[in-house]
């Protein structure tokens, strides 16, 4: 089953779409959590949920606003998005019953 | 970013290979981070590659199972191999020894190939095994070294002969990075010679009661080229156990 990190980053990725790369899921992710992403947290996460086939990276394009660095892009695989639904079932249903859970259900109701 | 941080932190990025270096300072200067907060960044990336290189054995196998020890032993045959020497060119020390002009170099030539076979056996497998961690195999090949050079004190050698060994021992590093394994044939001539010629040790018994017999010390320089063998002989078979163990020592890392 993946980890916490690794759910925040494929969701992102897959979230972001064509336009997912290194500097945009990071923030997306710091945008989303409020907690600080590291560039190595970022990219040795990226390079293990790679291996496992969770995603695919390429190097894009050289872009001005990045001093003409190019980006590395990243898509979300079939079993990536496979494993990152596993995982939010999994969520979904441990939470099934918890406090802030059923709190929640009742003020919305 | 000034420039003179920026170029500070372009030279700690040096350290990733290319694709990855030019992905995260684009990054960071898209996200308009500081020069402290990319340098740390980029720190931060370089020390979590390095220390998952050493998620696996090879590192360990390299550094610990051949440098460092082999480093200690083979200054002791480069000891051996230069007293020899000694003996043959002082008459007074040959008439004291039990050896003729004729037995003399013969051991010295046995003790001088055997030098040689098991530094750059030893070398062969530290460049094969982990190439990119040499840094720290080279590092625990030669810490031992200073230690001993820094101790020596016999008169009449150079404290310099302790490290006849370290010539071969570079060339096999350096062939070990080039080739990674060696042909089956060479592999078995090879260890033969070596283990052949370390046959007249077998019988010797150790110095002191307490210290090992010195057949045990050439074992543990003589197992590399046995290693050299296996990796020729097994070939695929040898690709699929080093993945095997890669894998369990990775298995337990899911999620992390």
Redesign the interface.
């Known amino acids: 089953m993946l980890g916490e990190f690794e759910y925040l980053l494929i969701t992102s990725a897959a979230g972001l779409g064509e336009n997912a790369y290194g500097a945009a899921i990071r923030e997306e992710i710091e945008a989303t959590t409020g907690r600080k992403c590291s560039i190595g947290a970022l990219y040795t996460t990226l390079d293990r949920l790679e291996t496992k086939g969770l995603l695919k990276t390429w190097m894009g394009d050289a872009t001005p606003q990045r001093g003409g660095r190019a980006k590395r892009m990243v898509r979300v695989t079939a079993r990536g998005v496979r494993a990152a639904k596993e995982f939010y079932d999994v969520v979904t249903r441990v939470s099934h019953g918890a406090s802030w859970v059923t709190e929640r259900t009742r003020s919305g109701t | 970013m000034t420039s003179a941080g920026w170029s500070l932190v372009e030279t700690a990025a040096r350290l990733l290979t290319r694709?990855?270096r030019?992905?995260?300072?684009?990054?960071?200067?898209?996200?308009h981070e500081s020069v402290w907060q990319g340098l740390?960044?980029?720190l931060?990336?370089v020390?979590?590659?390095e220390a998952?290189l050493w998620k696996s054995w090879r590192p360990w196998l390299a550094g610990f199972g051949v440098a460092m020890p082999s480093s200690f032993l083979l200054m002791g045959a480069s000891l051996s191999v230069s007293w020899s020497y000694l003996t043959l060119r002082c008459p007074e020390l040959l008439q004291k020894s039990t050896l003729t002009l004729g037995s003399g170099s013969l051991v010295l030539l046995c003790k001088a190939l055997l030098l040689i076979g098991w530094s750059w056996t030893g070398g062969f497998v530290v460049g094969s095994v982990s190439r990119r961690t040499l840094w720290a195999s080279a590092a625990l090949y030669f810490s031992p070294c200073l230690f001993c050079l820094s101790r020596f004190r016999v008169e009449s050698l150079s404290r310099f002969c302790l490290l006849l060994f370290l010539l071969p021992a570079i060339w096999g590093v350096h062939q070990g990075l080039r080739l990674s394994r060696l042909k089956l044939s060479s592999a078995i001539v090879l260890a033969l010679s070596v283990t052949l010629m370390m046959l007249p040790a077998w019988s010797s018994a150790g110095q002191h009661w307490w210290s090992p017999p010195r057949w045990t010390l050439n074992w543990a320089l003589c197992w590399p080229a046995w290693y050299l063998v296996a990796a020729a002989w097994s070939g695929k078979r040898h690709v699929w156990l080093i993945d095997r163990l890669d894998s369990v020592f990775q298995g337990g890392r899911?999620?992390?």
Do not use: P, Q, S, T
């Not at chain 2, 030019?22 to 996200?31: F, I, K, N, S, T």
């Open positions: 694709n990855e030019e992905a995260v300072l684009g990054d960071l200067v898209e996200a740390l960044g980029v931060g990336l020390f979590r590659r998952a899911h999620g992390e």
